[in-house]
């Protein structure tokens, strides 16, 4: 299960000492959040940040941090001195990847000054370097300089579809390496991000990830990609959700592209858990040449004792 360091957890948690009405600020988050609504129509005050971090941040997290660790087993060479973080929120995405490539010169970019605020606190128990924090809006900014790791989590969401492409290219050309996407995993969303992998395509992008290919996703309607990460609760995660369990299951949707000779994408990707038993093992793949019904029987010890490990999401 993937965690928020305990540090970022502590902060987050001193930062609330004191504050009233987090669990109500939770409640309305998450309800506007279902109703796609953007963060600027709810997120207006310290206590509605925070809110955030204890009830979505957690999350978020886990998610990042599984596309991250994914894109290390596909580009194991690549490894970023510098990271942007657009539509930033608390830094989360940013966190995450200081934990995989700790020291990372981080610069944070939000609308939100108050995501900002928690983000600034955080900064310095996180395994970042040097971290930078703007202003600035998703489909709006310029900065001058290029980064080799650009991610955007949970933010394109908000954005209206006509403002969709304008956004992803301005992200793909701040990036001199990687751009990092993750999304709800909504067909909603992954829809649009297929809409986006096509964009960057023609733009010159190479997908590393989750795609075995560059070509059109072969899925049809109702059936989409999209992934599932457990993670933990804590107890205050818990009392904003008004949860009983100690974990939930966060499914998302994403997409890692790259530039040109960085990395290679796998030879085929597990759409769905597989079917076993004990004389064979079905997958569901999506592989160069489209879907892929692959079954591997148990007289093939070695194929047999692999496909047993596989599971939604895996790499073949």
Known sequence: MSALPHALQQTVRELTVGQHGLKESAGR???????????????????????????RMPATYAAVS?????????????????????GAGPGTAAWAA?????????????????????????????????????AGEIGAFELAAGFGLVTCAYALTELADD??????????????????LVEPGRPRDYQRLM?????????????????????ACPLEAPDWCHFTVRLNRSRDHMRMKGGTLGYEDEKYSYLVVARPGLGEPAAGRV????????????LRTCAPDGIEQRTVQSRDKAAFKAARKLDWGDAV
């Open 29 to 55: 988050i998450s309800a506007h959040y279902r109703q796609l609504g953007a963060s600027r129509g709810v997120i207006g005050a310290s206590a509605d940040a925070l809110a955030y971090a204890l009830s």
């Open 66 to 86: 599984a596309v991250l660790a994914e894109l290390r087993r596909r580009a194991p060479e690549f490894v970023p001195t510098a990271v942007l973080d657009v």
């Open 98 to 134: 200081a934990e995989t490539w700790p020291g990372l010169a981080t610069t944070l970019l939000d609308h939100n000054r108050e995501f900002l605020a928690v983000a600034q606190a955080l900064a310095p128990h996180s395994s970042a370097g040097a971290v930078d924090l703007r």
């Open 163 to 180: 403002a969709l492409l304008e956004a992803a290219s301005r992200l793909w050309r701040h990036s001199d390496g990687v751009l990092v």
């Open 195 to 215: 809409t986006i992998r096509a964009h960057l395509v023609g733009q010159g992008a190479k997908v590393l990830a989750p795609c075995p290919h560059d070509r």
């Open 271 to 282: 759409l769905r858990r597989p079917e076993e038993t004990k004389f064979s093992v079905s």
